[in-house]
């Protein structure tokens, strides 16, 4: 499954710009990005899905004061994300809230509105500007399930060690930052690790792979 957030040029819009941090990860993984005001909290969450590297196979949901938001048609008793936009969340005066992707791991963001500015004249949003360390592996247990994989995976004499390697599919580096927003996307999806601060990647979420000791939805 490909989701696509369009980029759109700038204009006389303002942008907000967003810092996305993980709980529960030392040192923390975080994003920052910049989207229109006018963008919705649906928006966001695809925005948030291809900054980190998520691959959007599990249900998910916004906390914002004593009222969630998410997707209706997936997630019982919440208010629609896509009719609230960035400005109306600044309007209201909400400086911080939560996003927290996957129920069963339980993936906790951070999500704090620094500052609104004029679009720049030739940078296609949503952007993301910075960031540090990788995403952890889709179903890997949650905070606690992550850390744990670090610690087999730095250890070369531990007996899952290979399992583990073969699971994950590829070399992984949590200090690499192999995830991007992209300004352009036709392009193939090819992670990287890590780019440069600009570099663009196609926002695409590769749902292959399902971690076989833990549930493949959220």
Known sequence: MTKTVEPKRSASKSIVSLKVTLRGTRPPVWR????????????????????????????????????????????????????????????????????????????EHAVVIEKRAPAGEATSYPACVGGKRNCPPEDCGGAWGYQHLLDILADPAHPERAEQIEWIGEEFHPDAKSSILTSSPSESPTPRSPPASNENRPLTHDQSKTRPSQKSAG
Do not use: C
Not at 66 to 71: N, V
Not at 93 to 106: I, K, Q, S
């Open 32 to 107: 920052r990005l910049l989207l229109p005001g006018e963008m919705t909290l649906g928006d966001l969450h695809q925005a948030i899905q291809a900054a980190m590297g998520w691959h959007d196979g599990h249900l998910h949901a916004f906390d914002i004061g004593s009222r969630q938001y998410g997707d209706r048609h997936t997630v019982d008793d919440v208010a629609d994300e896509n009719r609230l936009t960035l400005n109306s969340l600044l309007k209201s005066g909400v400086a911080r809230f939560a996003y927290t992707y996957d129920f069963g791991d339980n993936w």
